[in-house]
């Protein structure tokens, strides 16, 4: 797998009275300013397995559906600032499989605690207190509360 990032060639955002050229700024406030812009954006609690059976979860806000028929999400995984993929990103490309959660207001804690950064043999869902219930059809577990 190339570890570079692919290049990306950026489109001038046009918006009334405003003329943003996003070759002009930064990773950052390219992300500010597009995260202050694209709202309300729902936030995906994502479970996932690694390779030893240890179950992910990270929460993106990068997420949204992209169509019903077939059913299409999309999410955007940044790398590790070494250049390497997540867990989540690794895992669901070596395995297809993924459950997204839309949390509430009362799983917020939890979820932002899903973000924190721990080896990839520990598990999310145990660190913030979040119990894993088997899904259907896909063997990343769903999250029970």
């Given at each position: 797998?190339?570890?570079?990032?692919?290049?990306?060639?950026?489109?001038?955002?046009?918006?009334?009275?405003?003329?943003?050229?996003?070759?002009?700024?930064?990773?950052?406030?390219?992300?500010?300013?597009?995260?202050?812009?694209?709202?309300?954006?729902?936030?995906?609690?994502?479970?996932?397995?690694?390779?030893?059976?240890?179950?992910?979860?990270?929460?993106?806000?990068?997420?949204?559906?992209?169509?019903?028929?077939?059913?299409?999400?999309?999410?955007?995984?940044?790398?590790?600032?070494?250049?390497?993929?997540?867990?989540?990103?690794?895992?669901?490309?070596?395995?297809?499989?993924?459950?997204?959660?839309?949390?509430?207001?009362?799983m917020a804690a939890q979820m932002h605690a899903c973000g924190d950064s721990l080896p990839?043999?520990?598990?999310?869902?145990?660190?913030?207190?979040?119990?894993?219930?088997?899904?259907?059809?896909?063997?990343?577990?769903?999250?029970?509360?």
């Amino acid at each position: 797998m190339n570890s570079k990032p692919a290049k990306i060639s950026y489109t001038i955002f046009y918006w009334p009275a405003m003329d943003i050229d996003f070759a002009q700024l930064d990773a950052y406030q390219r992300y500010k300013l597009m995260a202050s812009l694209i709202v309300p954006r729902p936030i995906a609690l994502i479970t996932t397995l690694g390779e030893d059976g240890t179950v992910n979860a990270a929460p993106f806000s990068m997420f949204n559906m992209l169509g019903e028929d077939p059913p299409v999400v999309m999410v955007s995984i940044n790398r590790l600032k070494d250049g390497l993929l997540k867990d989540t990103a690794a895992n669901i490309l070596r395995t297809g499989e993924f459950v997204v959660h839309i949390t509430d207001e009362a799983m917020a804690a939890q979820m932002h605690a899903c973000g924190d950064s721990l080896p990839p043999d520990e598990s999310e869902l145990a660190h913030a207190g979040l119990t894993p219930v088997p899904s259907r059809s896909v063997a990343p577990p769903r999250v029970a509360e």
